[in-house]
C-alpha cells in the first residue's frame, strides 16, 4: 500500500465533527482549567473550566482519567489545531428541562442562593440560573436582600423563557398560600372569648399587633392591663410570647384583650370599697380639681381637691405629689361606672368625732367614780 493510500485510509477512519455536535469522549488528563478529552478525532477535544460549570469547581476533583463523558462541540478549530467542547450547554439543556417540567406542573422547588443581585436573588438549578425578582422574594417589601445569602428557599417557576435567557421564580406566591391556608385553619377553630397563644410581631404607640399563627391580632393599649398603660413599648416586646383573649372578631379583623376576667379588680370591689371604708392607695396622676388614687391595678378613686384636707387647698400638686400614699375614707362607689370617690377630710372629721366621743365617754366614767 503506497503512502498516498494509507493516509487516504486513515483521513476516512477518523471521525467527523461539526459545530454543535454532541461527541462523547474519554478522559485522557485533567488540569486545574481544563479537562483533556480523546474524541475520536484527529485532535483532542478541551473543555475549559468556564465551559464545564457556571460554578466555581476544582475540576481535579470533578473528573480522572479515562472517565467517559459527553460534550457538545463549540469550535472544531479552536486556533491552537483543538477543538473547543463545552459540557456546561448539556447540563444547562438538561436542567432546563427540568425546569420546564417543573413550571408545567407547578411544582416547588428548593434551592440555595448562589447572589444577591440590585433587583433580586440569583439561584443556580444544576447549571441553570433562576432570577427571583425583589418584588417576588417576599410578599413585603424586603429592602436589605443580602440576608437571603446562602439561604435555602423554596419558590415556584412562574415564567420560563430559556431562549431568552429569562427563567422567572417566585417565593411570593408560596408564602401568601400559605398564610391563606394558616388563615382559613385559624378562623375555623378560634372564636370569641378563647384564649389564644401569639407573638408579638410589631408594636406602635396605639397597641400591638400579636401573630397568632394565620392571622395578627390587634391587642389595643387599652387592653393591655386592667390598670393604665403609658408605653406599649415598656409593656411589650417584639418576639415575646403571650396569652391573649379574643374579644371580637369582624370578618378577618381581631381584637384582642389581657383582660382576664379572673384578673378582673372590680370583681370583689363593691365589698373592698364599700362607703365608709377605709383604703390606702398611691397617686397616680393629678389635675387641677383633684387627684386620683390607685387603690389597686385597675382601680382609682377621686380625691377632690375639697376633700384633701380640712382647710381649703388652692390645687393638689400644693400638699401631693406623684406616688404619695394617700389613706382616705370611701364617700362614693358607682360599680355600673366604675367610679370610687375618696375624701381625706371625711376621714379627718370622722377621726376627730370618734376620738371627741372617746373623750367623753372617758370623762362621764371619771365622773362616775
Known amino acids: 500500500m503506497s503512502e498516498e493510500n494509507f493516509a487516504d485510509l486513515l483521513e476516512e477512519s477518523i471521525v467527523t465533527i461539526h459545530n454543535g455536535e454532541i461527541v462523547e469522549g474519554t478522559v485522557i488528563g485533567v488540569k486545574d482549567d481544563e479537562i483533556i478529552l480523546n474524541i475520536g478525532y484527529k485532535a483532542d477535544g478541551i473543555i475549559t473550566r468556564s465551559e464545564y460549570s457556571n460554578k466555581m469547581v476544582d475540576l481535579t476533583q470533578e473528573v480522572k482519567v479515562g472517565d467517559k463523558m459527553q460534550a457538545k462541540v463549540l469550535k472544531v478549530n479552536d486556533g491552537d489545531g483543538q477543538v473547543l467542547l463545552t459540557y456546561k450547554k448539556i447540563a444547562i439543556e ?216 380640712k382647710e381649703h387647698i388652692e390645687k393638689p400638686s400644693d400638699v401631693l405629689n406623684i406616688g404619695d400614699e394617700v389613706t382616705g375614707m370611701i364617700v362614693d362607689f358607682n360599680e355600673e361606672a366604675r367610679k370610687i370617690s375618696l375624701s381625706v377630710k371625711a376621714l379627718l372629721i370622722a377621726e376627730e368625732k370618734n376620738k371627741a366621743e372617746q373623750d367623753d365617754a372617758a370623762y362621764d366614767e371619771a365622773v362616775e367614780e
Not at 397568632?212 to 406599649?232: F, K, Q, T, V, Y
Not at 365608709?276 to 397616680?284: D, E, L
Open 94 to 309: 438538561q436542567s432546563n428541562k427540568k425546569l420546564e417540567e417543573a413550571f408545567n406542573n407547578k411544582e416547588v422547588i428548593t434551592a440555595v442562593v448562589t447572589e444577591v443581585l440590585d433587583g433580586g436573588l440569583g439561584v443556580l438549578i444544576d447549571e441553570s440560573k433562576v432570577f427571583i425578582p425583589a418584588s417576588l422574594v417576599s410578599d413585603i417589601y424586603e429592602k436589605d436582600l443580602t440576608k437571603y445569602a446562602g439561604q435555602e428557599i423554596s419558590f415556584v417557576i412562574t415564567e420560563f423563557n430559556p431562549r431568552r435567557r429569562r427563567i422567572i421564580g417566585n417565593r411570593k406566591q408560596l408564602i401568601v398560600e400559605e398564610k391563606q391556608r394558616l388563615q382559613k385553619e385559624l378562623f375555623e377553630r378560634i372564636s370569641v372569648g378563647m384564649e389564644v397563644e401569639g407573638v408579638v410581631k410589631n408594636i406602635t404607640d396605639f397597641g400591638a399587633f400579636i401573630d397568632l399563627g394565620g392571622a395578627d391580632g390587634l391587642l389595643h393599649i387599652s387592653e393591655m392591663s386592667w390598670g393604665r398603660i403609658d408605653n406599649p413599648k415598656k409593656f411589650l416586646k417584639v418576639g415575646e410570647k403571650i396569652n391573649v383573649l379574643i374579644k371580637d372578631i369582624q370578618g378577618t379583623k381581631i381584637a384582642l384583650t389581657l383582660k382576664f376576667e379572673r384578673d378582673n379588680p372590680w370583681k370583689d370591689a363593691a365589698s373592698k370599697y364599700a362607703v365608709g371604708n377605709i383604703v390606702t392607695g398611691k397617686v397616680a396622676r393629678m389635675t387641677d380639681f383633684g387627684a386620683f388614687v390607685e387603690l389597686a391595678v385597675g382601680v382609682d378613686a377621686l380625691l377632690h381637691v375639697s376633700q384633701i384636707a
